[in-house]
């Protein structure tokens, strides 16, 4: 990864609703996503910066160490969260080291209207365990038929597929590939994914994570 290093304050002010962030662990549970996503880093968020809201991280995760700001819960799975606080969960509870990808393209208000109606369908929705997630990779390399616009619901949803939903209703990522093609690696400069409307993301930005309280 480079080597270019920020805080997380200076991450939290400069970063824009699209922005990516990227997280690598050294638990067992982190080297087994790795392991069965073939991916350098185990998982990915994406951020929600919108009006007067204090910036938000949009996300899929086992755990439920935070309220989900877009029910007011605690909950596994699909999650809304203060950005700064995830993460300072990621960085000191979980032991995982965090980058910024930020977005090259404009966002407006169509944009974030989809963004909000794709987190009001798919907040909540549960995290596959680890056999489960590395089943569904797998299937999502198989050959098959696209998927139409719009087909069916996931009863189930790991962080990559979470954000790579929303990049599709963003117009940033082409319909019709399965959620389950995606994994945390897909947002890494090194798998050079090939986002729609001329935008692009760009180089990993290593941040500073402070201690937790």
């Not at 407006?108 to 990779?137: N, Q």
């Amino acid at each position: 990864m480079p080597d270019a290093r920020i805080s997380l304050d200076e991450a939290v002010n400069q970063t824009r609703t699209g922005d990516v962030w990227l997280f690598r662990g050294h638990k067992m549970a982190d080297r087994a996503i790795r392991v069965t996503t073939n991916s350098p880093v185990n998982h990915v968020g994406m951020s929600v910066v919108i009006e007067d809201l204090p910036p938000l991280m949009w996300h899929a995760e086992l755990g439920r160490s935070l309220p989900d700001m877009w029910t007011g819960t605690r909950q596994r799975g699909a999650q809304l969260h203060d950005l700064r606080e995830a993460v300072v969960v990621w960085g000191n509870r979980y032991g995982q080291r965090a980058w910024l990808r930020q977005l090259d393209h404009d966002v407006t208000r169509e944009t974030e209207d989809a963004v909000l109606r794709t987190i009001a369908r798919l907040d909540g929705t549960p995290f596959p365990s680890t056999a489960k997630l590395a089943s569904r990779w797998f299937r999502g390399r198989v050959p098959t038929r696209k998927r139409p616009a719009g087909e069916g619901g996931l009863e189930t949803a790991y962080c990559a597929e979470i954000v790579a939903i929303t990049y599709e209703a963003m117009g940033l990522l082409p319909g019709g590939r399965r959620p389950n093609w995606y994994d945390p690696g897909r947002f890494w400069s090194g798998d050079d994914l090939a986002l729609s409307l001329g935008a692009r993301l760009g180089e990993e930005i290593a941040v500073a994570v402070p201690p937790g309280r």
